[in-house]
């Protein structure tokens, strides 16, 4: 069976966690305008995670936070945002990298998108890379992995974000 060259399943990922880290990066910069405001969900023990133990205890696998009136210090980096949020009226630092987010959603604007979780062997070595060697890394990871049956013909539909 011939080798998969192409891995567009991984580009866009990394192309639409690159819309995720950009929209922030602007927020960072501007603030938020209008009334947009953002759901972020991500997996709470993802390598490189760094929330206080207990909200871990609390979230052991995803945690949902919302970007819109009290958030403090927003920092993005190329892998990674940091920020500053209240959990009972005390302020807590979180670092979420962006490979732990599994959703990301403007409720302002119907704009959502879903990521695929990494495998547990690309996690720790994709979350730290900027995005161009994480798809590298990720395809020597492949490369190793014993071949399975590739997926064919799936089809992602954008119709339930668009504006009707």
């Known amino acids: ?9 991984r580009m866009v990922e990394t192309a639409l966690r690159g819309v995720v880290r950009d929209a922030l990066t602007e927020v960072a910069e501007r603030g938020l305008p209008g009334n947009h405001h953002f759901y972020l969900t991500f997996r709470t023990g993802f390598p490189g995670v760094e929330i206080p133990d207990y909200l871990a205890s609390q979230y052991p696998n995803e945690m949902t936070i919302v970007l819109q009136f009290q958030y403090y210090g927003l920092d993005v980096t190329d892998d ?5 949020l209240s959990f009972n009226n005390v302020h ?17 604007v119907n704009f959502a998108l879903q990521f695929q979780p990494l495998a547990a062997a690309e996690s720790a070595e994709v979350a730290t890379m900027p995005p161009r ?11 190793s992995a014993p071949a399975e049956e ?5 089809v992602v539909a954008l119709d339930a974000f668009r504006k009707k």
Request: aromatic content about 8%; glycine content about 2%; overall charge negative.
């Open 1 to 9: 069976m011939p080798k998969e060259q192409l891995r567009y399943d």
């Open 80 to 84: 990674h945002f940091e920020v500053t």
């Open 92 to 108: 807590e630092r979180l670092v979420i990298p962006f490979a732990a987010i599994t959703t990301f959603a403007d409720p302002s």
């Open 133 to 143: 060697a994480a798809e590298r890394a990720e395809e020597k990871v492949e490369e």
């Open 150 to 154: 590739p997926k064919r013909g799936e």
